[in-house]
């Protein structure tokens, strides 16, 4: 369902923070972005040229932190994102850390730009 029909595949217009990472296993490249308000993710969004299991983790990643604040957000981990999908092989778990890292770019962004 998250990688088939992703909710969070989508380009945030003028962001409060972005985060860019590269998965040294594989090559592959994660872009997210936040949208900040009153500390609280308001909206978030990522492009991804990873795998379906890149993908599905991080767009549940994204449902995860929608509406959190930031310090809720940065405690986002795999083991969350491993037990919302229902599991995850373990050769594929390297993927399911693009998303997370990336979002805690994007918010070390904003933080550095506030
Ligand atoms: Fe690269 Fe999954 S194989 S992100």
């Known amino acids: 369902k998250h990688f088939k029909n992703p909710k969070f595949v989508k380009e945030i217009k003028n962001p409060s923070g972005k985060g860019e990472v590269g998965n040294i296993r594989c090559g592959d490249i994660m872009h997210l972005q ?60 390297h993927c399911s850390v693009l998303g997370i890292e990336a979002l805690k770019k994007a918010i070390e962004d904003y933080e550095k730009h506030e």
């Open 34 to 93: 936040i949208k900040v308000d009153n500390n609280k993710i308001k909206d978030i969004g990522f492009q991804t040229f990873g795998c379906p299991a890149a993908v599905a983790s991080s767009d549940v990643v994204c449902g995860l932190a929608m509406g959190k604040t930031l310090e809720e957000a940065k405690k986002i981990t795999k083991d969350d994102i491993v037990k919302e999908l229902g599991g995850m092989p373990k050769i594929k778990l």
